[in-house]
């Protein structure tokens, strides 16, 4: 049952974290996906397993994947999320993007 429970937490956390990252309040996740405030805190706080429409609802608004949401994982479709946000951006902005992830990967490789 303590697997469970921590498992319930590790959810509750990236929904949070993925949401305050959006700069959107409980109440404004909920309404956007259709849910009551008060679920929205249960799932942040990992007292309630949520349904699967509920945590798909829930992917959509924050823009990932119910992957991730569920593993931490990043699987291909948060990939196709993220690329579809690039198109929204101009070539300069992408390149600046780019330069971004070379820096993240160099100082990645740094550490190894």
């Not at 949401?69 to 951006?89: A, E, F, H, N, P």
Request: hydrophobic share 40%; charged share 35%; with cysteine.
């Amino acid at each position: 049952m303590l697997d469970v429970k921590l498992y319930l937490e590790e959810v509750g956390q990236r929904i949070m974290e993925r949401r305050k990252k959006l700069g959107l309040t409980q109440e404004e996740l909920a309404e956007k996906s259709d849910l009551t405030t008060q679920f929205v805190s249960y799932a942040e706080s990992g007292k309630r397993a949520s349904r699967p429409e509920n945590l798909m609802r829930i992917a959509a608004v924050l823009g990932v994947s119910t992957d991730y949401l569920l593993t931490g994982d990043i699987i291909d479709k948060d990939k196709l999320l993220l690329s579809q946000k690039l198109d929204k951006l101009t070539a300069a902005e992408v390149r600046i993007v780019e330069n971004i992830i070379d820096e993240c990967i160099a100082l990645n490789h740094q550490e190894e």
